[in-house]
């Protein structure tokens, strides 16, 4: 009996459509990027502290993804920013063909800067390819600084961190060294941001970098 390798199959139509995804952001010249983080890392707080400061500066739209509600998409729309949201079901991540129906919501001729926030959740995004121009990982320090040694490969493949929460470390056991060291055994020169969306701490350095990666492409 010929065998049948199924999920090598589901992998490799979804890279397929990663393909489609990433050809017509190209075309459109929109650079996108991925945000993954745990649930209440802060993945839609980072959007609504970014979202205003990229205003008149960086046309933006996002791709909200969650299991259920279209709550997190409510909060962007509060901001007058174009955002479609993706129910996912039972689904962990989001797969590219979503992504790819979502493109047609959204007005791409008008956009420069596309951010896909997936479902909560930092194992399956980190391997999966939706067509994105980077990863971004999102985590708080709440989470306990032992994430990159154990989650290595989101940390690995992101072109980017954000430490969110960093206001709360007094009243935590995050060691910021030890998270600093580890995350750089395992990626020794991705970018790092210390923020706070609860007080706006670190989040303009954060936005140039962005800025700064959607000049150069
Ligand atoms: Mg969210
Ligand atoms: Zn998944």
Redesign the pocket.
């Known amino acids: 009996m010929a065998k049948i390798p199924v999920l090598q199959n589901i992998l490799e139509a979804n890279e397929a459509i990663a393909g489609q995804v990433r050809q017509r952001l190209e075309r459109a010249g929109i650079i996108a990027y991925n945000f993954i983080g745990a649930p209440g890392a802060g993945k839609t707080s980072l959007l609504e502290q970014t979202l205003p400061r990229l205003r008149d500066r960086l046309p933006a739209a996002v791709i909200e993804a969650d299991c259920a509600t279209a709550r997190d998409a409510e909060r962007i729309k509060a901001f007058g920013v174009e955002v479609v949201q993706i129910n996912t079901g039972s689904?962990?991540?989001v797969p590219a063909h979503l992504v790819l129906l979502a493109l047609d919501s959204l007005p791409l001729e008008r956009i420069r800067l596309l951010a896909i926030e997936n479902?909560g959740?930092l194992?399956?995004?980190a391997e999966?390819d939706i067509g994105e121009s980077g990863k971004i990982a999102v985590i708080s320090v709440t989470e306990g600084d032992d994430k990159p040694q154990k989650y290595p490969m989101l940390f690995r493949q992101c072109c980017a961190v954000v430490l969110n929460k960093v206001d709360l470390i007094p009243h935590t056991d995050f060691r910021r060294e030890r998270f600093e060291n580890d995350l750089r055994a395992v990626n020794a020169g991705v970018p790092l941001f210390g923020i706070s969306c609860r007080t706006g701490e670190g989040v303009d350095a954060w936005v140039e970098w962005l800025i700064g990666q959607t000049a150069r492409e």
């Open positions: 689904g962990c991540h479902v959740n194992i399956c995004p999966l």
